[in-house]
């Protein structure tokens, strides 16, 4: 999830981005990069000045396809999607485009069948330059990003209302679609294409013999049958693309005449108020995930950083394998290997953790450590630094109050890694200066730690989930992971899954080549597997009967991670639902969309779902919480469905005695409190489904 909050977010016209948006994070499992984050702001950062040329227009716009989804479901984008998709009538992308040609800033680039002629897609494109740029100014204005980015906008155009009509038009449309195809496959010459032509010019009163350009006139000239008629005179209109070769994708033309405003990242951007009855004609269950499928490779400027390394001789923004680096590992590990210390009596192991946030993954080792009665263990939280895109250093920033009290972390300052020379180091901040948006101080290195320990260990700060498939979007992004000095440098790579340790070996040996395979399957283990050789059992494994007894109640300097519920934080929560008794709590989510697509059935179904709610008052208390959305925008929208909405709204406590009215939306802050979901689709059901609480979607037809 985004984390941001709606006092977060800045206005599209005015966006900007703070330092920890462009950290490295995993997002509903799934690993973003630092460059990734660099991309999508660079992205809205377009869309912001697509934005205020439309504003300046009177043009309407509004989030499509996979960006539609990612604001409804996820307040931003998809995580492992890396587009984004608008939309606009013909009419308004017609005048969009035109008012464009004067508007936009130096730089920027229009790309559309008539203004570029190598461009070969029948929808638009705005894009921020023509070529990589990685001059100073331009990183600064983009965020970081080096890469061509742009946002794809889809024109919707009408169908006519009389059938024959259409049919006609699609008839046209389908031969001029086969002949670009015969061009394509057979080039000009071919028979079929010389059969087909002069039914297409008889048909369209064209010109089109085979010559220069022929498929770029063949483009032309469906972009022309798809735009034949008007919008403002259609009753539907369709994204053509799809249309003709599906025949679906139609809307109604009226879901168009107004807009509302959805959390995206930490801004808001435009959509049909009737988005889950879009989301559900292009997609079905929408709120089903799939981490599979796109129509390009991931990451999206995966060839530009190619381009960009072939000609810096190096990845360039982050860690190229230094072959150095990797002969003195491989060398320390044979050392290791010949000549084995010999172990004897009690050994010291100190964990170098960074963020509170990223204790979790590091907290299983630690448990196997603290139930070794012949290790002593410490925990030593490290310092860090914000950095920007050039690597200059910003902030300090020192976590140690804010692990959990019973790790009783030490302060680093008062723990010198060369001088305490502990007989096991573990880490977890992988990038040895790397990094475009922290950094540690050198002292915390991997490759200055190796030399203050006998063993290094490292595991990863981030715990993504397995990749589904080889190859997969997943995997794309964990290689990043891979491609750390940490991972190079270090005596053992500590992952969870076998599957994960696959995904590192496979990546590495590609890097490495073949005769490393042995190497590194003895220097990547599992979490499971690890054995600090100190009491072991008959088949060389650690103890595992050994318990760990933790104090996690309040105890001196505990941080606010603790694991305590209850306390001041709660009593919003408490004051909101007041006393349960025993009851659970149901939160009954409803949307700007179930009330715009169903308008005074919508009003009848909450009616009759807060009905059931009473009849169980005994069992259940309900929560009605409104999308924000719907507070800011439907008053604008629709008055008369407004005012219903308010009517019903002031009945609850009275009709509906088990309701409370969050008209604050203090609900969505207590997730954790809820017992289960009901309502509308969009980001808290997703929630609930991540945090393994039920989840019912209501039918305006049940």
């Known amino acids: 999830m985004t984390g941001h909050t709606d006092h977060d977010r800045r206005n599209l016209l005015n966006i900007d981005f703070p330092k920890a948006f462009f950290e490295d994070e995993v997002r509903e499992g799934f690993f973003v990069t630092t460059m990734m984050k660099r991309y999508w702001a660079a992205q809205l950062k377009v869309l912001s000045v697509i934005a205020g040329i439309c504003d300046r227009h009177g043009i309407s716009w509004f989030a499509d396809y996979g960006t539609l989804m990612g604001a409804v479901r996820h307040e931003g984008y998809i995580p492992w999607d890396d587009d984004l998709d608008i939309c606009m009538l013909r009419s308004d992308w017609n005048r969009f485009f035109e008012a464009a040609k004067n508007e936009l800033p130096q730089g920027y680039v229009i790309m559309t069948l008539k203004e570029q002629e190598e461009y070969r897609e029948l929808i638009g494109r705005i894009s921020n330059s023509h070529a990589i740029d990685y001059s100073p ?31 006609e038009r699609r008839r046209r449309a389908q031969k001029v679609i086969d002949a670009y195809g015969i061009v394509q496959a057979d080039g000009e010459d071919s028979q079929r294409l010389r059969a087909l032509l002069p039914v297409i010019e008889r048909d369209n009163r064209v010109h089109l013999r085979p010559g220069a350009g022929l498929e770029r006139r063949l483009l032309l000239l469906l972009d022309r049958i798809y735009s034949e008629c008007p919008d403002e005179g259609a009753s539907r209109v369709a994204l053509m693309r799809f249309y ?27 959509a049909i108020g009737r988005y889950d009855e879009k989301l559900r004609a292009d997609y079905g269950d929408y709120m089903h995930v799939s981490k599979a499928g796109g129509v390009h490779g ?29 002969l003195a ?27 509170a946030k990223w204790w979790d993954t590091m907290e299983g080792l630690w448990k196997r450590a603290v139930s070794d009665p012949a290790l002593d263990v410490c925990v030593v939280p490290v310092h860090y630094y914000d950095r920007d895109f050039a690597g200059d250093i910003l902030d300090e920033h020192y976590e140690k109050e804010l692990f959990p009290g019973y790790v009783n972390a030490m302060d680093c300052r008062d723990y010198d890694p060369a001088k305490e020379h502990p007989d096991i180091i573990v880490m977890q901040v992988p990038y040895d200066g790397w990094s475009t948006y922290m950094a540690t101080p050198p002292e915390y290195y991997s490759k200055n730690l190796v030399n203050c320990t006998d063993e290094l260990v490292y595991i990863p700060c981030f715990d993504p989930e397995d990749s589904e498939t080889d190859g997969d979007r997943a995997e794309a992004a964990i290689r990043i992971m891979v491609e750390q000095p940490a991972v190079v440098n270090s005596d053992k ?74 306390g001041a934080e709660n009593d919003e929560w408490d004051k909101l639902v007041g006393d349960v008794s025993g009851r659970k709590v149901v939160v009954y989510y409803v949307s700007i969309s179930f009330l715009l697509q169903g308008r005074e059935r919508a009003i009848d179904k909450i009616r009759k779902s807060l009905d059931i709610f009473a009849e169980n008052e005994d069992k259940i208390q309900a929560v009605l919480l409104p999308q924000k959305t719907l507070l800011s925008d439907l008053e604008r929208i629709d008055k008369l469905l407004w005012n219903e909405f308010l009517d019903l709204t002031a009945e609850i406590g009275n009709a509906w005695k088990n309701c409370v ?21 969009g980001v808290l059901p997703r929630k609930c489904v991540l945090k393994n609480k039920p989840v019912m979607i209501q039918n305006i037809d049940v």
């Open 661 to 681: 009215y969050d008209h604050d939306g203090i609900a969505a802050e207590y997730v954790d409190r809820w017992d289960a979901f009901y309502g509308d689709p």
């Open 137 to 167: 100014g331009h990183l600064e204005e983009f965020y970081g990003c080096p890469y061509t980015v742009g946002v794809d906008i889809f024109p919707l155009d009408g169908l006519f209302d009389d059938p024959d009509t259409e049919a």
């Open 493 to 566: 790579v500590v992952l969870k899954s076998e599957r994960m340790k696959q995904v590192y070996i496979r990546r590495l040996i590609e890097l490495t080549g073949e005769p490393t395979r042995d190497y590194w399957n003895q220097k990547i283990v599992l979490e499971s597997e690890i054995n600090w050789g100190t009491e072991q059992s008959e088949d060389g494994s650690l103890l595992e009967n050994i318990s760990v007894d933790i104090d996690i109640s309040a105890s001196a300097g505990a941080g606010k991670n603790d694991l305590i519920c209850g």
């Open 329 to 355: 590992s491989v060398g320390r590990y044979i050392m290791k290997a010949t000549s084995p210390k010999v172990l004897k009596g009690r050994r010291s192991i100190a964990f170098f953790p960074c963020r």
């Open 298 to 326: 991931y990451p999206v400027y995966s060839e530009q950083e190619q381009i960009l390394r072939d000609h810096m001789g190096r990845n360039p923004y982050r860690y190229t394998l230094d072959n150095q680096e990797l």
């Open 244 to 270: 003709m070769s599906h025949g679906n994708h139609i809307y109604d033309r009226k879901m168009y005449e107004s807009y509302v405003e959805l959390p995206f990242e930490n801004t808001f951007i435009r």
